[in-house]
């Protein structure tokens, strides 16, 4: 029967670059696949959440978190695979850009993971769309890789320009240093001085020399 609406279960012309084999064997992958791809992940998402989301969709096999390949931390994508195929079809229906983490994901039929494919493939680490990012986004690190660079080779400079520290003294600084170090030693004459007045002054008192022999006796 003819429809005019597209189905939402169709995969994205997106191409791994790194899928080892040719278009016709691509398209059958992904028309028996039950893996998808999920992207635009916080990094602060959890497995259980990913979990939590899409087991509404039907069992899942496993989950594969997208790691930083330097870090080892989250860095924004995972590979969801079920154990049967409509799931993963309902799945790109009922969940592709829907919110998880107040974040929009994206869901994509994948050909199916391979060991070394849940690290980032970007020079920093992470993901490719990270080095380049312009805008700050706080569930991704805040800005990107590029950007971060740019930013801190600014500050350098700027602390450079403007917070050198001082080589020459400013006048009087010497005379002060010199107040303040003889006020001290003043003090501490001061503090000696009182501490002999009183013992002197105990030993000439009697009431002090009284109580000395009670405690004595």
Same mark, same amino acid.
């Given at each position: 029967?003819?429809?005019?609406?597209?189905?939402?279960?169709?995969?994205?012309?997106?191409?791994?670059?790194?899928?080892?084999?040719?278009?016709?064997?691509?398209? $059958?992958?992904?028309? +028996?696949?039950a893996t998808l791809y999920? @992207?635009?992940?916080?990094?602060?998402?959890t497995e259980e959440q990913i979990y939590e989301l899409f087991a509404k969709c039907g069992e899942i096999k496993r989950i594969i978190m997208g790691l930083d390949r330097n870090?080892?931390?989250?860095c924004g994508f995972c590979f969801v695979?079920?154990?049967?195929?409509?799931?993963?079809?309902?799945?790109?229906?009922?969940?592709?850009g829907t919110k998880l983490d107040e974040r929009v994901i994206r869901c994509d039929l994948d050909p199916g993971f391979k060991e070394g494919r849940q690290f980032g493939r970007g020079k920093s680490g992470g993901q490719v769309? $990270?080095?380049?990012? +312009?805008?700050?986004?706080?569930?991704? @690190?805040?800005?990107?890789?590029r950007m971060r660079?740019?930013?801190?080779?600014?500050r350098e400079r700027d602390i450079k320009e403007n917070?050198?520290?001082?080589?020459?003294?400013?006048?009087?600084?010497?005379?002060?240093?010199?107040?303040?170090?003889?006020g001290q030693s003043s003090k501490r004459r001061n503090d000696a001085d009182?501490?002999?007045?009183r013992k002197r002054q105990k030993e000439h008192n009697p009431r002090f020399r009284e109580n000395d022999e009670d405690e004595e006796d």
């Open positions: 029967m003819a429809t005019v609406i597209n189905s939402l279960a169709i995969p994205s012309s997106y191409r791994d670059q790194l899928y080892q084999g040719s278009s016709n064997q691509l398209t $059958d992958d992904l028309s +028996t696949t999920v @992207g635009n992940l916080s990094f602060f998402t870090q080892k931390t989250p695979e079920y154990y049967h195929r409509s799931d993963a079809l309902d799945c790109m229906k009922y969940i592709n769309r $990270d080095e380049y990012r +312009t805008e700050y986004d706080v569930g991704r @690190g805040g800005w990107g890789h660079m740019q930013l801190e080779q600014e917070y050198e520290p001082i080589k020459d003294i400013p006048r009087g600084a010497d005379e002060y240093k010199s107040r303040a170090a003889a009182e501490d002999d007045s």
